[in-house]
């Protein structure tokens, strides 16, 4: 029906479930899906206004129905998501009204020792929809294509002949909220077997028009359904300017591209639906001219790389050093020690974004610094917990125009519980996600200057095989070497030596910390996550020794392990005690 329908007209969808919601009710809070169960009357009235306005097309109020989301049951989402599709099919009956299964994003765990295979939760959703005879299927606002194949190919098994939009969510800056481009999002959606692809959310009318110019939709079913505008902010509400003129017009603009299925998205009404009908008089479908998109041919230029990663990835064995940022402003100290590095043949400065979620200079800052006036190779952390993606996109794109081409993506150690009350945590991604986010970068942006990617192995947890499965997931998505959590325990380095006998390709730089005194070992061992430090070796240190004396002895037992490792790793990682290069020097002067 929805096919035969869009072979001689101009599909129009309703406009936003969720805000409209909030504006006739004043309920800003509660999650509208909800109101299915609890306020099906006002469900069915927004409904019933989106048909009188004109549309021909009324999507289910399901788009947050998952356990995520809602924080329910799945018992409860089904009866959520059945309920929305019997209100809408209700108002629908006997008007020539198509209803859409209506389905959002499910949000995904934000730390990386969480599973986070959502695929039996699509899965639920759909069968929950299937059950009542659903057979239009509208997912909405996604940022990325993961398991959007799988989940379509289901669909596909059930019911063949089902009609499926899929639509995608982008930012002013042409990018989804996950880091991929247009360009990215357009090739992804050949793969999956769907009958229309399109936008929605994210962008108003204007901003949403110049991307669909750059797109040739000779052959598609596309569909453009965005925003009213850009929202305001007041009293802690998002409120949208009141434009159905503006909008329409807009969209009659949209439409004349060859856009077959349009709407609204946040902050549209009945009023914005109504006047979309008006000005287009749906006569059938445009007669403009659709003309091919002329891709500017790219330079020929050869492919660019660290030389950090040149050499780790052309089998040499390298040496990585960290150096903590300050607390304040003065960072001579670690420029100093930068230098000193320098002059000891080490390799890479790695420079770790505030440790112990304890606030000190931004680490992309202290690095692209020190390669500057230093010169050399850096290797910035960036962990999640204090940017979101925006933050995290902005900090990337300037340290790579500083000359920065590694970084190290961690999930961050989390907010201690008594700083909660002022400092919160962001954790828009964890670092498989902030992996895939610099991998699209190098994709979309930096293309022929590319970044290599690290990622942290912690082999002093009690479940390895976990954490092998973790760095593989991080391959997968783009790390190309890893530096491990300091390493003591004979366990461990046993460990390793076998791991990397049987994953050669897996390129490890071996943490190793030289201990200092008694009390450093005892407070790294008990108060500092992932150190775990045997009982012999802090038995070789004593609450009386001198300072001297102390550095001996955690100089020796740094050096025994990295040649224990030497053979069999790629690399050394100094985690340096203090920043105090000098005593890095020992280590490296006494290994073999």
């Known amino acids: 029906m929805v096919r035969e329908y869009l072979l001689e007209n101009v599909l129009l969808t309703d406009g936003a479930m969720g805000t409209y919601y909030s504006e006739i009710t004043g309920d800003n809070v509660s999650k509208c899906e909800f109101a299915n169960l609890k306020n099906p009357e006002v469900i069915e009235g927004i409904h019933k206004e989106y048909i009188d306005a004109g549309a021909k097309l009324i999507r289910t109020n399901t788009f947050a129905a998952n356990s995520i989301t809602l924080g329910v049951s799945k018992n409860e989402v089904k009866k959520i998501i059945q309920e929305g599709y019997k209100i809408a099919r209700k108002v629908a009956e006997n008007k020539d009204v198509f209803v859409g299964a209506s389905i959002g994003p499910i949000p995904e765990p934000r730390f990386d020792d969480e599973e986070f295979d959502l695929y039996d939760e699509y899965i639920y959703i759909v069968d929950s929809f299937l059950e009542v005879g659903a057979d239009i299927f509208v997912f909405e606002t996604f940022s990325s294509l993961d398991y959007l194949k799988k989940v379509i190919s289901y669909i596909r098994q059930r019911n063949s002949n089902a009609f499926i939009l899929t639509q995608f969510s982008f930012t002013m800056d042409g990018f989804t909220r996950r880091g991929l481009s247009l360009e990215s999002v357009l090739s992804g959606v050949k793969l999956l077997d769907v009958d229309a692809y399109g936008f929605n959310c994210g962008l108003g009318p204007m901003h949403l028009y110049k991307i669909l110019k750059g797109i040739n939709m000779c052959s598609s079913i596309v569909s453009a359904l965005p925003n009213a505008g850009y929202p305001d902010i007041i009293n802690e509400r998002s409120v949208y300017v009141n434009n159905p003129d503006y909008f329409a017009d807009m969209m009659v603009d949209i439409e004349s591209l060859g856009v077959k299925i349009i709407g609204g998205c946040c902050g549209t009404t009945p009023k914005h639906i109504s006047k979309i009908k008006e000005k287009l008089e749906f006569e059938g479908p445009s007669s403009f001219a659709v003309e091919s998109v002329k891709i500017a041919e790219k330079k020929v230029n050869i492919e660019k790389t660290s030389a ?53 200079v931004d680490s992309l800052m202290v690095a692209t610094k020190i390669k500057r006036e230093v010169g050399i190779d850096v290797l910035p952390h960036i962990c999640c917990r204090d940017k979101n993606i925006n933050a995290i996109r902005s900090g990337l794109l300037a340290s ?38 610099i991998e699209q970068m190098n994709k979309d942006v930096f293309q022929m200057d590319k970044i290599a990617i690290g990622g942290a192995l912690n082999l002093n ?132």
């Open 308 to 360: 950090f990663s040149k050499k780790v990835s052309d089998g040499n064995f390298v040496i990585a050093v960290e150096l903590d940022p300050p607390f304040g402003v003065d960072i001579s100290g670690i420029i100093d020690g930068a230098k000193l590095c320098k002059e000891i043949g080490v390799d890479l400065i790695t420079v770790a974004d505030s440790p112990r979620a304890l606030a000190r």
């Open 400 to 437: 790579h125009i500083e000359g920065t081409r590694n970084i190290l993506a961690v999930t961050g150690d989390p907010i201690s519980e008594e700083d909660r009350v002022s400092t919160k945590s962001v954790f828009n991604l964890n670092s498989f996600r902030l992996i895939e986010l």
């Open 461 to 592: 947890v009690t479940n390895k095989e976990a954490e092998i499965k973790r760095m593989d997931k991080k391959i997968e998505k783009g790390a190309s070497f890893f530096l491990t959590q300091p390493i003591f325990d004979q366990e461990v380095i046993d460990y390793l030596i076998n791991l990397k006998k049987d994953r050669k390709d897996a390129k490890i730089l071996a943490g190793i910390m030289p201990l200092v005194s008694y009390r450093n070992a005892m407070f790294l061992h008990n108060e500092v996550p992932g150190i775990l430090i045997p009982e012999e070796c802090i038995n070789k240190f004593n609450k009386d020794m001198t300072k001297e004396e102390g550095y001996e002895v955690g100089v020796e037992i740094a050096a025994s392990i990295a040649n224990k490792l030497k053979p069999y790793v790629d690399g050394f990682y100094f985690i340096t005690p203090f920043n105090r290069v000098e005593v890095v020097k020992r280590v490296i002067d006494k290994i073999n």
